[in-house]
Nanobody
Framework: QVQLQESGPDLVKPSQMLSLTCTVSGGSITTSFYAWTWFRQPPGKGLEWMGSIGYDGSLHYSPYFRSRTSISRNNAKNTLDLQMNNLKPEDTAVYYC?????????WGKGTQVSVSS
């Protein structure tokens, strides 16, 4: 069974950069036809799709996040990574990584990120 675990800082100051890592176990980040995605959920709001990377390395971003967000994978470490710059207080959210396998979604537990001075 695929297991996902997000990790990173729980507090980031405004204008600074966020770097999160999703560690994958029970499956390869490069497995054919797997799609890997970052979501976030601000307090009191629904899930927001940020972007995805396909099994072939193809990238797809939400227009809202495209200009300041980068999703990547580290094949050797079997991790999915998120980098977002110029953080603002409204970026406070729980950030999730996800993999879609044959129309089934597997989620990490999420990691809380607060943006505050």
């Amino acid at each position: 069974q695929v297991q996902l675990q997000e990790s990173g800082p729980d507090l980031v100051k405004p204008s600074q950069m966020l770097s999160l890592t999703c560690t994958v176990s029970g499956g390869s980040i490069t497995t054919s036809f797997y799609a890997w995605t970052w979501f976030r959920q601000p307090p009191g709001k629904g899930l927001e799709w940020m972007g995805s990377i396909g099994y072939d390395g193809s990238l797809h971003y939400s227009p809202y996040f495209r200009s300041r967000t980068s999703i990547s994978r580290n094949n050797a470490k079997n991790t999915l990574d998120l980098q977002m710059n110029n953080l603002k207080p409204e970026d406070t959210a729980v950030y999730y990584c996800n993999v879609r396998i044959n129309q089934d979604n597997y989620w990490g537990k999420g990691t809380q990120v607060s943006v505050s001075s």
